[in-house]
């Protein structure tokens, strides 16, 4: 779509972590040793990721999260600041370890992750509230993105704060915690994967059909819900429509590490211009199939030239008002 109005400032409230990411052809069984093929160090965690991947689809994105003092603090910062992204509500904690994640990645491109999580507990409810009302107030719309490798009083905050202060709010529900009725009531949308969907209706999710019954489930405890289903696509509902969405064939699935950031950032990117849920969901299922196709979490993440969509996103990165200091 194109429009010349400024669009929404997107406000992602989440985790920074390391990736360190090993290759090994299977997972090692219990007491086995298996040796790995490479060793790969890539910026990541769900809030940086899905920030990252909003900022490469033209999104005007500002971050809020903590970061310790060292040397992987410094680098998730510089990556950050590199794609655009506005770090001026990231904290650096004094004497802090930056949150982590161990990554293996096999063969088949399925891959185990181990999070640590460091300082990214360090964020607090208070600053939450302060960030999150200031960058919504600055802006004349705001889009408000929080996922959960955070504590739960995070999660509360950002909602609660977004929702006081008029923004859209988008819960990515991973990895999946029990969160109370009165905030899922406030996501549009609510975002899941299957095993996220399975844990929150009781029952398996596991392709297209499943993913849709689900769907009709949790559209009235919400006020719009998608499922994403790896492969077949995701399906999603609001309260007036709902629908599927196929994903593209891909000839080789390398790494799915970040494919569901880089779903929740094209969504949120395309929310941001104003595009319906269908169209946001559309642009989501790209930008994580094209991620599939190349190992690691930001670095796989597409531009509008990857996913053919420069007449509608534009080439040019939407500069922060408040700038990335």
């Not at 992987?72 to 802090?96: F, K």
């Not at 999070?115 to 990214?120: F, K």
């Not at 504590?151 to 977004?162: K, R, V, Y």
């Not at 406030?186 to 399975?198: F, G, I, Q, R, T």
Request: charged letters at 20%; aromatic letters at 4%.
């Amino acid at each position: 779509m194109t429009d010349s109005k400024q669009p929404a400032r997107i406000i992602v409230v989440g985790s920074a972590n390391q990736d360190y990411i090993v290759r090994v052809a299977v997972p090692p069984a219990p007491g086995e040793t298996v040796l790995a093929k490479d060793l790969l160090l890539q910026p990541g965690g769900k809030g940086a990721n899905q920030a990252v991947a909003a900022a490469r689809l033209r999104g005007n994105v500002s971050f809020v999260a903590s970061v310790g003092d060292d040397a992987d603090g410094a680098l998730l910062l510089r990556e950050l600041r590199s794609e655009g992204v506005d770090t001026a509500n990231v904290e650096i904690i004094n004497r802090g370890r930056t949150g982590l994640a161990l990554v293996s990645v096999y063969d088949s491109g399925e891959n185990s992750i181990t999070v640590v999580p460091g300082t990214n507990f360090s964020l607090t409810a208070e600053r939450v509230h302060r960030a999150v009302t200031a960058l919504a107030d600055q802006a004349e719309e705001a889009i408000m993105v929080a996922q959960a490798e955070v504590l739960p009083e995070i999660i509360e905050a950002s909602i609660a704060s977004a929702t006081r202060a008029g923004a859209r709010v988008i819960l990515n529900l991973a990895p999946f915690r029990e969160i109370p009725a009165e905030l899922l009531r406030e996501c549009d949308p609510l975002v899941l994967n299957e095993a996220e969907a399975s844990a929150l209706v009781g029952w398996e999710v596991r392709d297209v059909e499943t993913a849709g019954k689900a769907v009709a489930e949790l559209r009235a405890r919400t006020r719009s819900i998608v499922v994403t289903i790896g492969s077949s696509g995701a399906y999603w509902a609001d309260q007036s429509s709902e629908g599927h969405i196929a994903a593209p064939a891909v000839g080789e699935v390398v790494d799915t590490t970040g494919a569901g950031d880089a779903f929740v950032g094209g969504l949120a990117s395309h929310l941001a211009r104003g595009a319906s849920l269908r169209d946001a969901v559309e642009l989501g299922v790209m930008a994580g199939t094209f991620a599939v196709q190349m190992p690691g979490a930001q670095s796989s993440y597409p531009t509008p030239g990857d996913l053919g969509m420069e007449s509608h996103l534009g080439n040019q990165p939407v500069v922060s008002a408040i700038g990335s200091s």
